[in-house]
Every structure is written in C-alpha cells, then in structure tokens.
C-alpha cells in the first residue's frame, strides 16, 4: 500500500483496478479543510489521463508490475513483435499499446517492456535514440533565417523537424519524449 505522502512525478499506482503512472502530483494544503493531493496520472494500458484529487492519508495499491528487457523482432499487421533476451519467449503489443514510442523503435534494439499482471502493456525507450534521416530536402542556400528548419524522414518512418544543414544520410539523436531534433550524432 502507498500513502499520498508518498506521491510524486513518476510513481506507478493501482487506481480502480488499472495501473497508472502519476505525471503531474502537488500537495496542497488549504487555510480551511483538509490537505489534499491534486494529481494527474496516465494510465499504462491505454494512455487516457484523469485527474484526481487524493485526500491526505488515503492509500492506494501498488500495480503488479515487472520490466523486462526484450528484443524488437518486426512488425506484422498493427502487431509489433518482442522477443525477451533472457528465455526467447515473444509477446506481442498492438498499435496502441505502443502509442508514439512505435515511431522511434528499430529492429533488432532492445527496449524494456512493462508487464501488468504476466501482460505486456507498454514499452519504455530511452530518452534519447539515434536514428538515420532517409529523405530529406536539401536546404536552400541562403535561408539562413534565425531557427530555420525542414521535415526530415527517419528509417523508422516518423518524420520531425531538422534545421536546414542537416542532410539526408546523416544520424541525429531525437528526444523520444516530445519527437524533437536534439542533434546530430558524432561519430
């Protein structure tokens, strides 16, 4: 069991039988009435967000929850296929399951995969990934204007936005929370 006193940006709880992650957490305690824990949380198995306030005190469960490292296999119809490194076993997860982390995973990297209750439910990748640009326009010379960028096609099909010198070929490092150009990767 977890008291509220224990709530913070990143905790995984069990509300209402679903797990979820809190992404937003403030105690307040008002002049008058009791003390509270305004939170926003995002639930692990299909992403919807609610917010709900916790009196001071309350307890909630902690969710059944295991992370294993797993192999990226292929893809087949809206099914993306894992591999886990440690007994061979392959699990799938849907479209959905994977939400925006499908755009930035290759074959072959190995992701960890949050299981709920002996069922994959989501990935986690890391913050930053490095991914080749397949299709790009080539700047235009003398647009030089303060921030100026171009669409740019990655290898794993998700486009972002790269400033204008970077080219097609090349491997940038993308922050896989918000899908932004970070920069180019050395080496």
Do not use: W
């Not at 992650?21 to 992403?47: D, S, W, Y």
């Not at 809206?78 to 490194?85: T, V």
């Not at 972002?160 to 932004?180: A, K, M, N, S, Y």
């Amino acid at each position: 069991m977890l008291d509220t006193s224990s709530f913070r940006n990143g905790l995984k709880i069990e509300y209402e039988g679903e797990p979820y992650i809190i992404v937003e957490c403030q105690h307040v305690k008002p002049g008058k009435g009791v003390a509270f824990v305004k939170t926003r949380m995002k639930n692990l198995k299909n992403g919807a967000v609610l917010d709900v306030n916790f009196r001071s005190g309350d307890r909630v469960e902690k969710p059944d929850l295991e992370s294993h490292e797993m192999q990226y296999l292929y893809k087949d119809g809206d099914l993306f296929y894992f591999m886990d490194i440690k007994t061979f076993d392959q699990k799938p997860l849907t479209e959905e399951q994977l939400g925006d982390s499908r755009k930035f995973i290759k074959e072959n990297e190995t992701v960890t995969v949050l299981f709920y209750r002996g069922n994959p439910i989501s990935i986690e990748l890391p913050v930053k990934v490095e991914l080749r640009i397949v299709k790009s326009d080539p700047g235009i010379r003398g647009d030089t204007a303060q921030g100026a960028t171009k669409p740019a096609v990655l290898e794993t099909g998700a486009v972002v936005q790269v400033p204008l010198f970077v080219e097609e070929g090349e491997v940038i490092r993308v922050d896989t929370r918000t899908g932004e150009y970070i920069e180019r990767a050395r080496g």
